[in-house]
């Protein structure tokens, strides 16, 4: 069974610091491999994907992600954190084409000023 | 990508009520996929709605429970019946695109 895990329950961050959010997924095939944000009250907004080709993925708000198949991790990265950026993130993996998610529990990240 | 408008974005309700929610897409799309985040607590996928047939339900759900019902290609609604404290969530409608998937804005439930 495919499965992602997020260590962290909540990274805490200066502002203007690098970041990460680490994320580790155990799928059978090639994974297709996603983050997503949630701000409060709001619903999942999408930040990246990685399906295939270049190892180091960027997407939305300046956020990265970095695919690493034999640590089988897709770490969701940013040079220079933003208060802004403070919002629960979560990691997914798609079940082979049926289109269904399988989440992580979830990173709430705090970026202080 | 695409726009997903889901409505209630929030209410309270009586235990043993039913609330039926609505999620309307501005494309046409084969799936769309009900998700529960429970307090403090990932997404879990409820089901996969299908114009044009009966949903498909995950492990630990029913259609007893949680019906479904997907009259067209844009629209579908969720119901969450006879309410416990315990359903309490918030729901999430979605859509994938060629890849990645879009969400509603959710539904914040709140039973007492």
């Known amino acids: 069974a495919q499965s992602v895990a997020q260590p962290e329950d909540q990274v805490n961050v200066a502002e203007g610091n690098p970041l990460t959010v680490k994320c580790t997924y155990s799928?059978?095939?090639?994974?297709?491999l996603f983050w997503y944000v949630q701000y409060p009250n709001r619903g999942l907004q999408f930040l990246l994907k990685?399906?295939?080709?270049?190892?180091l993925v960027k997407g939305s708000y300046g956020f990265e992600a970095e695919f690493n198949k034999s640590q089988t991790s897709f770490h969701l990265k940013k040079p220079s954190a933003l208060v802004s950026d403070s919002a629960l993130y979560f990691c997914a993996v798609r079940e082979g084409n049926t289109g269904k998610l399988i989440f992580g529990q979830g990173t709430t990240l705090q970026v202080k000023p | 990508s695409a726009v997903i408008s889901q409505k209630p974005s929030r209410d309270i309700c009586q235990r043993g009520t039913s609330l039926t929610i609505q999620c309307q897409v501005d494309s046409q799309v084969t799936m769309m996929f009900w998700y529960r985040q429970q307090p403090g607590q990932s997404l879990t996928l409820i089901a996969t709605?299908?114009?044009?047939?009966?949903?498909?339900?995950e492990s630990g759900f029913v259609i007893d429970k949680f019906p479904i019902s997907r009259p067209n290609l844009t629209f579908s609604t969720l119901t969450v019946s006879n309410m416990s404290p315990e359903d309490s969530s918030i729901y999430l409608c979605?859509?994938?695109?060629?890849?990645?998937?879009?969400f509603g804005q959710g539904t914040r439930l709140t039973v007492v």
């Open positions: 979605s859509v994938v695109g060629r890849t990645e998937a879009f």
């Open positions: 709605a299908n114009q044009g047939s009966e949903a498909t339900y």
């Open positions: 990685y399906i295939t080709g270049d190892n």
């Open positions: 799928v059978s095939g090639n994974p297709y």
